[in-house]
């Protein structure tokens, strides 16, 4: 049920259902027209073969001896066209047909002809039908008239419907059926062929969230589908034209600011009130925290530079021993036992923010690795207080704190979180926090299959 539900809300469902509606419905009225144009050709058909055929046998009847007459029309007098001597001559008239009205004109001056109210018997049988998509009644010409010869005589003339039937194993369905399979078929491979370009543009852009530098879409197609890919690739060289840009300046404002910080820092050695030089010297530090933090989220954003094979055990306990020499509090548990794909600066930068943000907020880090399915799971636990349920999605937005203190020792700068998490979604990694059962706050680093090496 869930892939059909699927199916027909992707485009791919909504268009073929949208070609095999109106080709159905296309289907259906030919098929109505057919059958209404069918039905209008036959009974003609039928009105002038019974037309025809009383003619003959009227006329050919007159010829015949009025003592032999009974016995040719005996004879004569089979199938749908029936004409006997009349029992009672005083019947019912009935007004003119469309039937008696062509037979007298095709009979001469000499005949009579005058319809009867009386209708025979196979005139109340269910008419035949024709179709599949929409029976038709198949009625034709039936009803009963009077014909005075030309030497007075009075003959019935009776019109029955007919008694063919279709040919034995005549069966719609043999041909509507397939025809159905047929069309559905073509349906589908129509829309693949007009949803395949669609699926490619989404997948690049998917991909190209992932990856920036990826390569540029091949122009091939119809003239719009190359039209879009075109618009696409120039797109992408765009964004990462701004993207080069944008890191390009804060590296410039970056290295432009620090020696006149580096000159203002020499200067505050010099302050006389060791009070006020302890404050100022605070300050510039804070600032020169967020400069290069404010450079390490550019960096996170930029998806350029080498993939490598990384062993994730040793990268772990590289960073966790360069905490505990830090004088922090780290203990770490577990082995992972696999490789990464990745750049190994930026998941070393990941991992030091999780940990620093643990021991800052938690006094110690509890890192445990453990191997799933294809993935490795890293967990960086903190013995704090934790985080309200409803702003454990907001640390992850820029310079968003906590604390409100400007103080880096309490409140730090807002970016390490985002920075880290950035990082794990370029190397195709989640990234989530969760309060502790036995309190304090949870990192939950995931890292996939597709970047584990075998």
């Given at each position: 049920?869930?892939t059909?539900?699927?199916?027909?809300?992707?485009?791919?469902?909504?268009?073929?259902?949208?070609l095999?509606i109106?080709?159905?419905?296309?289907a259906?009225?030919?098929?109505?027209?057919?059958?209404?144009?069918?039905?209008?050709?036959?009974?003609?058909?039928?009105?002038?073969?019974?037309?025809?055929?009383?003619e003959?046998?009227?006329?050919?009847?007159?010829v015949?001896?009025?003592e032999?007459?009974a016995?040719?029309?005996a004879?004569?007098?089979?199938?749908s066209?029936?004409?006997?001597?009349?029992?009672?001559?005083n019947d019912?008239?009935?007004?003119?047909?469309?039937?008696?009205?062509a037979?007298?004109?095709?009979?001469?001056?000499?005949?009579?002809?005058?319809?009867?109210?009386?209708?025979?018997?196979?005139?109340?049988?269910?008419?035949?039908?024709?179709?599949?998509?929409?029976?038709?009644?198949?009625?034709?010409?039936c009803?009963?008239?009077k014909?005075?010869?030309?030497?007075?005589?009075?003959?019935?003339?009776?019109?029955?419907?007919?008694?063919?039937?279709?040919?034995p194993?005549?069966?719609?369905?043999?041909?509507?059926?397939?025809?159905?399979?047929?069309?559905?078929?073509?349906?589908?491979?129509?829309?693949r062929m007009?949803?395949?370009?669609?699926?490619q543009l989404?997948?690049?852009?998917?991909?190209?969230?992932?990856?920036?530098?990826?390569?540029?879409?091949?122009?091939?197609?119809?003239?719009?589908?190359?039209?879009?890919s075109?618009?696409?690739?120039?797109?992408?060289a765009?964004?990462?034209q701004?993207?080069?840009q944008?890191?390009e300046?804060?590296?410039?404002i970056t290295?432009d600011?620090?020696?006149p910080?580096?000159?203002?820092?020499l200067?505050?050695?010099?302050?006389?009130?060791?009070?006020?030089?302890?404050?100022?010297?605070?300050?510039?530090?804070?600032?020169?925290?967020?400069?290069?933090?404010?450079?390490d989220?550019?960096?996170?954003?930029?998806?350029g530079g080498?993939?490598?094979?990384?062993?994730l055990?040793?990268?772990?306990?590289?960073?966790?021993?360069?905490?505990?020499?830090?004088g922090?509090?780290v203990?770490?548990?577990?082995?992972?036992?696999?490789?990464?794909?990745?750049?190994?600066?930026?998941?070393?930068?990941?991992?030091v923010?999780?940990?620093?943000?643990?021991?800052?907020?938690?006094?110690k880090?509890?890192?445990?690795?453990?191997?799933?399915?294809g993935a490795?799971?890293i967990?960086?636990r903190?013995?704090?207080?934790?985080?309200?349920?409803?702003?454990?999605g907001?640390?992850?937005?820029?310079f968003?704190?906590?604390?409100?203190s400007?103080?880096?020792?309490?409140?730090?700068t807002?970016?390490?979180?985002?920075?880290?998490r950035?990082i794990?979604e370029?190397h195709?990694?989640?990234?989530?926090?969760?309060?502790?059962?036995?309190?304090?706050?949870?990192?939950?680093?995931?890292l996939?299959?597709?970047y584990?090496g075998?």
């Amino acid at each position: 049920m869930n892939t059909f539900k699927t199916f027909v809300t992707s485009m791919t469902g909504r268009v073929f259902l949208v070609l095999m509606i109106g080709i159905v419905a296309s289907a259906t009225l030919t098929q109505w027209l057919a059958v209404n144009e069918r039905q209008r050709t036959l009974e003609r058909y039928r009105l002038f073969h019974v037309l025809e055929r009383a003619e003959q046998i009227i006329e050919t009847a007159d010829v015949v001896r009025p003592e032999s007459r009974a016995q040719y029309l005996a004879v004569a007098s089979k199938g749908s066209v029936q004409l006997q001597i009349a029992a009672d001559a005083n019947d019912a008239a009935h007004p003119a047909t469309e039937f008696t009205t062509a037979l007298v004109g095709r009979l001469p001056a000499d005949f009579k002809v005058l319809p009867l109210a009386e209708r025979p018997e196979q005139c109340n049988q269910p008419p035949r039908q024709i179709g599949l998509l929409r029976p038709v009644q198949l009625r034709g010409v039936c009803e009963s008239a009077k014909i005075v010869m030309t030497d007075g005589q009075v003959l019935k003339l009776s019109v029955l419907p007919s008694r063919s039937a279709p040919p034995p194993g005549h069966n719609e369905y043999a041909v509507f059926v397939p025809f159905l399979l047929c069309i559905a078929v073509l349906a589908y491979l129509v829309t693949r062929m007009v949803v395949r370009p669609m699926r490619q543009l989404a997948q690049a852009a998917k991909d190209l969230g992932n990856d920036i530098n990826r390569p540029p879409l091949t122009l091939a197609g119809a003239a719009e589908i190359r039209q879009a890919s075109a618009a696409f690739n120039a797109m992408q060289a765009r964004i990462r034209q701004y993207i080069a840009q944008r890191t390009e300046m804060l590296a410039a404002i970056t290295h432009d600011l620090q020696t006149p910080l580096t000159r203002l820092r020499l200067r505050l050695e010099k302050v006389n009130d060791a009070d006020l030089q302890q404050k100022l010297i605070g300050d510039l530090s804070a600032m020169q925290q967020m400069i290069r933090e404010g450079l390490d989220l550019a960096r996170s954003m930029d998806k350029g530079g080498t993939m490598q094979k990384l062993d994730l055990d040793a990268l772990l306990d590289s960073v966790c021993a360069d905490a505990i020499d830090a004088g922090q509090s780290v203990e770490l548990k577990g082995r992972a036992g696999m490789a990464l794909l990745g750049r190994p600066l930026d998941v070393q930068r990941c991992l030091v923010n999780l940990i620093d943000n643990a021991v800052k907020y938690g006094q110690k880090a509890h890192v445990t690795v453990e191997r799933l399915a294809g993935a490795a799971r890293i967990r960086i636990r903190d013995e704090g207080p934790g985080i309200p349920a409803d702003q454990l999605g907001r640390v992850f937005e820029p310079f968003f704190r906590l604390e409100t203190s400007r103080s880096r020792a309490s409140g730090g700068t807002g970016l390490g979180l985002t920075i880290a998490r950035n990082i794990a979604e370029q190397h195709g990694a989640t990234l989530s926090l969760a309060n502790g059962e036995g309190g304090g706050l949870e990192a939950v680093l995931t890292l996939p299959e597709f970047y584990a090496g075998k």
